[in-house]
């Protein structure tokens, strides 16, 4: 997927793609996203996956679930 | 296509949608199919969509896509992600629609379908879609920035603090009647009972296998939860129908005792343990649910039996809840028309994922439109029950005793032998008294999915898809109050952190607990009211939650038409300006009747009064409950009061050269993606 966000929103052949984008959906944490930005970016990862995940799952506990 | 035949092409719809009011209008005690409902709605979204919501974006917001979004400029490749506009649709979707859609609706089918219709359709295009549109606009021109920051930032510190009271009493309340809501559709359940206590286990399962046996693999965990949560479902029949179901049977004050405990201990246990795996299974469930009781409606396209409009319309007596159509329906329906709990939302996560700024118009305004039809939905299932069948359902045999002329007048009659019947086919014990809505939703849901596997050949096996429709709804009620607990301590640590730094550390396990636990005994203080109340709890409590969440949406529109007026746009200030009047005036006159009316099942003061000679044991009880609520009430009446006040000063103050008109708009950087 670019990262423009108007890429590809994944078909049922291109299982990568639709996995991603489920992924997104849910919000759930996408750690080849954070290799994108920081190949982009052109610095190295700061955060392991474990560390991303990690990270990931405690910032989502400040988020706001509608009623 | 050619401007001629797309003018034609919208003047259809907009006929069609006409034609479908007219009929749905117009019908007198004749059976009418859903399929009208469905047709207004949709007609009257498109239509909107197409000219209103295009008109804010570029006559008032001037969206741009040579402008560089958050998600662009801040990108982290964490929490500021530029995203696909589909995949966020799809992502701010389910943070919006929780339970309110589905059960505000259900509550205002006592006056017929439509009242809550038209107000589902109006009040979205009108107010909640504006309100969602425009608060995203705002955050994405600030970085981000939330609700309550934009208040401080752009009216004044009052403002702000007055947000965060206005969050932190709905969470309360909130919180308070979604549990209600839960505890009334698994009391002497032990079907729903089994399967909903299973979801635990099932989530710190999850979140074992996607934080540390394969960090990341939420996709392979939540296909696992769903798996068992599909047994769990089916070994709850079988449970029901064994002995051993005694140890799953529970009544009121029981539950209500269990899910303050659990909401306790969600809210002190790390995020990943039980709050993430159970966000991600309800959000699958949810969004799948919804199409497929979406795709099932149009399949079958029910008849309805309620009729347009009940009596209680305008006698206001209605055994669901008390009071008239003004402002009753306006505030029993909050989600769906319009909620203020969506500008949180709006002002959270979405903003920083939105990757080219006009996206922001099918993201802030479709997402309501598609929650406001979820709604719609929600009342054809509702309204698709006998009336009997619904009233014998959602009301308490003492308020059902005091409608009983009404209702027999009316042609509303059930015996006890059908709804003995009833409730055996959804293979319950009883479902008189079932209060909250989520039950006869679940019947209506179970209905409609029985009526599509038959006529694909399948079992209908009514009971299970009536557990399934619950489990759906406590399942993300369940997720409601775990994040919404944790959310109210954060909200907590940071105020009283103010007063003692320690206790703003939101790593602290002392100020963890405590600050939980007041939390907690907010809402579970409510709660219980609601579960020993005689009247049932949801007369009182949905209307005081829609008071609070009409109070935020308040804010919200506040902020929209500072923010308006210091673009230089106040000659469009009348989009935000429109529904934040009729808001006032609703929320202003429903504290008022729930507060001062005569009428014992209306007002609070005058149902005191009548207890005071009262031989109950229960009597003192009930007192104080009603001089709480008559507290918080007058509460939210002020706050509504101060708000309107300091933002009419600051409107004046600008529109008058008195004070210099500074937005706190991040300057323009041409996105990349532009060139």
Known sequence: MRGDGRGRKGTAGDGRGLGRLLRQIIGAPDYEAYLEHCRKAGHPPRLTEREFVEEFFASKGKGVRCC | MPRLARGILWLAVAALGAVAFGILALVRGETVSAAWLVIAAVCTYAV?????????????????????????????????????????????????????PLVGPVLAAQFGFLPGTLWLVIGVVLGGAVQDFTILCCSVRRDGRSLGQMAREEINPVAGMTTMVAVLSIMIILLAVLALIVVNALKASPWGFFTIACTVPIALLMGWWMRVWRPGRVGEASGAGAVLLILALVGGGWVANHPIGAAFTYTGPALTWMIVGYGFIASVLPVWMLLAPRDYLSTFLKIATIVVLAVAILILLPPLRMPALT??????????????????????????????????????????????????????????????????????????????????????????????????????????????????????????????????????????????????GGKAATALWYHFAIMFEALFILTTIDAGTRVGRFMLQEILGRVWPRFGETSWYPSIVLSSALVVAGWGYFLYQGVIDPLGGINSLWPLFGIANQLLALVALCVATTIMIKMGKQRYAWITVAPLAWLTAITMTAGWQKVFSADPKLGFLAHAASLAASADPRAPRLIFNDHLNTVMALGFMAVVALLIVVSLREWWLILSRRKAATLTETPFVESAYAR
């Open chain 2, 48 to 100: 909107a969509f197409r000219f209103y919501s295009r008109f804010i974006a570029t006559r008032v917001f001037q969206l741009d896509p040579r402008r560089a979004t958050p998600a662009e400029r801040l990108s982290n490749g964490r929490d500021f992600v530029p995203t696909n506009k589909w995949v966020l649709f799809g992502h701010h979707f389910a943070a919006i629609a929780g339970a309110g």
């Open chain 2, 311 to 456: 009596p209680f319309a305008t006698l206001g007596e209605g055994p669901v809840f008390a009071g008239k159509i003004f402002p009753f329906a306006f505030i029993t329906i909050a989600c769906g028309a319009i909620s203020g709990f969506h500008a949180l939302v709006a002002s959270g996560t979405t903003p920083k994922m939105l990757a080219h700024e006009p996206d922001a118009r099918l993201i802030g305004y479709g997402g309501m439109l598609m929650e406001s039809f979820v709604g719609v939905m929600a009342m054809i299932a509702a309204c698709t029950l006998e009336p009997g069948v619904y009233f014998a359902m959602n009301t308490t045999p003492a308020a059902l005793a005091g409608a009983a002329d009404v209702l027999k007048t009316a042609g509303f009659v059930v015996t006890p032998v059908q709804m003995q019947a009833l409730a055996a086919q959804m293979g319950e014990t009883t479902l008189i008294a079932r209060t909250g809505g989520a039950p006869s939703l679940a019947v209506g849901m179970a209905h409609i999915f029985a009526g599509v596997t038959g006529v694909l």
